[in-house]
């Protein structure tokens, strides 16, 4: 038995959402990617894009694998491998864990499914980015949210999310990445970032008042 990743294309017949669309083959298989089943892929800069992967002897005929090279396509039937420079992100089955923000490939944890020769999985928390699939950028080893799998990663609101997945048990939490340091804005002259700051009854708003007049009182009147 045999795992094929089929590429399609869909030719609308009438409509622009015309729910009977016409389904078209446009490889019978990704070249050299046919036995892998578990698999990053996404779109960037009007490309395929297929990174990681593994093998799972227990579900398909295939010798024990994981992955970490990297593959493009402008149509999915050509691809090109991308051969990335050290240090990269490290061999994984990628579930889940993936978005594009800010022009560049971002990877967020996963970790490698459980196989026969390999029984307990592996979860990874690190985070990386590359504008171009060949040079990766760690930003960080071990974020603060829990090595996860099957977690969704979303942008919204100018940041990127992490929500939920699985690590022994499903779990429910939400993370969101703090806004970019050394940019333009927070460097310009005229601008002064404070940390959050939010108070939900009168009191606590008329206290912050006066917290905020005492700080800029001392600082307008300090030498």
Known sequence: MFVYLCLID??????????????RLVAPYCTPRWKYVILLHLPFHNRLWVMGGQTAPGFAEAEEHFYDDIWA???????????PQEPHWCSRGMIGGHVVFKDRIWILG???????????????????????????HCH????????????????????????????????????????PK?????????????????????????????????????FVTTD
Request: glycine letters at 8%; zero cysteines; proline letters at 8%.
């Open 73 to 83: 396509s402008p149509n999915g039937i050509k691809w090109n491998k991308m051969v």
């Open 10 to 23: 869909i030719n609308r017949v009438s409509g622009p959402l015309a729910p009977h669309g016409v389904y």
């Open 110 to 136: 996963g970790g490698k499914y459980d196989t026969p020769q390999t029984p307990d999985r592996a979860f990874y928390n690190d985070v990386w980015s590359s504008h171009d699939g060949i040079h990766w």
């Open 182 to 218: 050394n940019t333009p804005l927070i460097d310009a002259p005229n601008v002064i970032m404070l940390p959050h700051l939010g108070a939900s009854t009168k009191e606590n708003l008329l206290r912050i008042g006066d917290i905020i007049e005492s700080i800029i009182r001392d």
């Open 140 to 179: 960080i080893q071990h974020a603060p949210w829990t090595a996860r799998q099957y977690h969704e990663v979303a942008v919204f609101d100018g940041r990127m999310w992490v929500l939920e997945g699985w690590n022994q048990s499903n779990r429910n939490d939400v993370w969101y990445s703090d806004p």
